[in-house]
Nanobody, 116 residues
């Protein structure tokens, strides 16, 4: 079992920044990918960013150059630094862990609102 707890969401103005955190606990040795997803009102959940156990990263096109995913293996925490925020980034952001056994674990989500 893996437990994930997100934090860091809130209200930001367009052009502003937020940093999301996801603390991992439990059987984290079996995790090979950590991902951030988001779900905007009335839309499907979409993959935002991925970081592998080796540190390689990938991003969906709409956030490339603005968002950065990183991890601190000492703190067992994954971060999503979000810069140059846009109103269309408004969504509930979910942390996801994918294990070697292809099992997915999810956090409960943190709301990001980008508005004036």
């Amino acid at each position: 079992q893996v437990q994930l707890v997100e934090s860091g969401g809130g209200l930001a103005q367009p052009g502003g920044s937020l940093r999301l955190s996801c603390v991992e606990s439990g059987n984290i040795a079996r995790i090979n990918y950590m991902r951030w997803y988001r779900q905007a009102p009335g839309k499907q959940r979409e993959l935002v960013a991925t970081i592998s156990s080796t540190g390689s990263t990938d991003y969906t096109g709409s956030v490339k150059g603005r968002f950065t995913i990183s991890r601190d293996n000492v703190k067992n925490t994954v971060y999503l630094q979000m810069n140059s925020l846009k109103p269309e980034d408004t969504a509930v952001y979910y942390c996801n862990a994918r294990t070697i056994g292809l099992i997915n674990y999810w956090g409960t989500g943190t709301l990001v609102t980008v508005s004036t």
